[in-house]
């Protein structure tokens, strides 16, 4: 199997029932095919399959295989002026929109984001547009915090240099109306919990490798909601939620893609300077695209 999830490229050949797409047409590639059997898609809640296969990661070939055969209601055409690195972008874009419209955060509300890897910064960047009045920010890494604070964030803080959910909570009298917990330990999540106001909303979009607990008083007597945010729109509606709304954005010019993108390395080099390089904690890069 060759993995690689997100994705974009030029179609070579189409099937011969295929009417929507031809040769020569860049896309970009929705990696979640979903089983259209289930209760989940019966229903028409298709990103709650309990079937779903993700191309590049439990199908032949991804994206970083020469070509990859995928079914033609996984590929979204890239309009004129969206770069083709650009549509390998479509696929985090739309996990960082997508958990913002799962925390039914509004235009006004202040927000608090803990954990600025890749996701975290593009649930930034989906926040900032969406009208967020003031974003903080708690992050170790001083390069992602620049990054952030380029995005749009009103304050980034060091979550080891002090107590982040009490700064958010002076800052804000009494706490940020949503919080998003993407960096999947015990400390941020409860950090997040701490940083939200009465009433407010906590969404998780990490996963972790360790049980994390937490003390249920926080959420229950101060009337907290905790959601968690999982990909996104999968087909059909991804092609009526967050994958066309973020190649709309792409195609206006709305979002930073640059801010995002710190290196470009040729296939060849993808294990020293692309796995190597992002696994390291002190890295000082977010996204590294990968040219054939």
């Not at 009417?19 to 898609?41: K, Q, S």
């Not at 055409?77 to 985090?92: M, Q, S």
């Not at 964030?153 to 009490?166: K, L, N, Q, S, Y």
């Not at 008083?217 to 101060?222: A, E, S, Y």
């Amino acid at each position: 199997m060759v993995i690689g999830h997100e994705f974009s490229g030029v179609v070579s050949e189409v099937g011969d029932d295929v009417r929507r797409l031809e040769a020569g047409d860049p896309v970009a590639v929705h990696p979640n095919i979903p089983c259209y059997d289930c209760v989940y898609c019966t229903d028409g809640e298709y990103n709650h399959c309990t079937h779903t296969v993700a191309i590049g990661l439990e199908t032949g070939a991804g994206g970083f295989a020469e070509s990859a055969v995928v079914p033609a209601q996984q590929v979204h055409g890239l309009p004129d002026g969206v770069e083709r690195w650009e549509g390998a972008l479509v696929e985090p874009l739309a996990v960082g929109l997508h958990a913002v419209r799962r925390s039914g955060m509004q235009a006004g509300d202040t927000v608090a984001i803990f954990g600025c890897g890749p996701i975290g910064l593009m649930a930034l960047d989906a926040a900032d547009a969406a009208g967020a009045k003031r974003i903080f920010v708690s992050e170790p890494n001083d390069n992602r915090c620049e990054v952030a604070r380029r995005l749009g964030a009103d304050a980034a803080i060091d979550p080891f240099a002090e107590d982040a959910a009490e700064t958010i909570r002076k800052a804000t009298d009494g706490g940020v109306n949503a919080a998003f917990e993407f960096a999947g330990i015990g400390p941020a999540f409860n950090a997040a919990v701490r940083s939200t106001r009465r009433g407010g909303t906590i969404t998780v979009g990490s996963l972790s490798d360790d049980e994390i607990t937490t003390d249920l008083d926080d959420i229950v007597l101060n009337e907290r909601e905790v959601r968690g945010t999982f990909c996104y729109g999968f087909p059909p509606r991804s092609f009526r939620s967050e994958f066309d709304a973020i190649i709309q954005s792409l195609a206006d010019g709305t979002i930073d893609t640059e801010a995002f993108v710190t290196d470009r390395i040729p296939l060849e080099d993808i294990v020293e300077d692309g796995y190597e390089e992002l696994i390291d904690p002190e890295t000082e890069h977010i996204k590294i695209p990968v040219k054939p």
